[in-house]
């Protein structure tokens, strides 16, 4: 694993922003990291980066513990802070060459190249970075995360205040990364989670309330599943009722219905069976997903 937490716990004062949390993250894989504002997402992160020591508990990134080896975890790690601190008055590629600088480049022409191709800057690596949009300072700052080529790299709402065309590239970029690295990917945006995201960790107000893959997620939320059915002729709820595993039948009229079965059961085999047993033709077989909008609602709230 490139991250490892466990048990961690951060106080101040009176009041735990992080209480013994638990999650690991690993290569090729997009970790989406949620939470209301004042979860204590922020807050791990720092620590994972070695910007914040914890107050209990453990955790590693490539193997190197973040308090015992700090420098080790930030040779191994890239972090885009929500706050992107930038140098306003430096150009980007004068920035790019202070990053390379900072962490020993051995070609760093040649890696600025490359950092300015990968995030998209070849038409503004020569302005101010004071004169570039939201979404462009955006791409200099994943641009200085990416610039050691790290194995984890750390991103914390790294999409916010982009305009559509500026999300889609920086979604782009985000996945074609997780494919190498181990990202960990904080946002409050759910259609965000959805198309970038391989697993989720919730937490709310410092507790870890879900660590798991999104479809996962959406049908263990509600303690059921649920799949909707319409065939081409007349069916019978109370037939389908006696479907093994069936603990509810909704009728929605025009013989549609919503057969209900715990969590863990998937009863599409079973329905299409019940069809053919019946002599009835499926027009539509669907098993329903909640939005992560509202998982994320019923986990938090």
Known sequence: ?????????????????????????????????????????TTTMKILTCYLPQTSGQAEVCGHDVAASPMEVRRN??????????YLDMYVREYLQFIARLHKISKPARRIAEMVELTGLGREQHKLIGALSKGYRQRVGLAQAL????????????????????????????????????????THIMQEVKAICDRVVIINQGNLVADDAIEALQ?????????????????????????PGAKEVRSLGHNRFQVVADADQDLREQLFDFAVGHQNKLLEMRQEVFEMDEVFQRLTQ
């Open 147 to 186: 610039m050691h080529d790290p194995q984890v790299l750390i991103l914390d709402e790294p999409t916010s205040g982009l305009d559509p065309n500026q999300l889609a590239d920086i979604r782009g970029l985000i996945r074609q990364l997780g494919q190498e690295k181990t990202v960990i990917f904080s």
């Open 77 to 86: 790690i890239g972090y885009l802070p929500e706050h992107n601190p930038l």
């Open 219 to 243: 049908s263990k939320t509600t303690g059921e599943a649920v799949v909707t059915v319409a065939f081409l002729k007349k069916a019978s709820s109370k037939d389908l009722q006696a479907i």
């Open 1 to 41: 694993m490139s991250v490892v937490v466990e048990n961690l716990t951060k106080v101040y004062g009176e009041q735990k922003a992080v209480n013994n949390i638990s999650f690991q993250a690993q290569p090729g894989q997009v970790l989406g990291f949620l939470g209301p504002n004042g979860a204590g997402k």
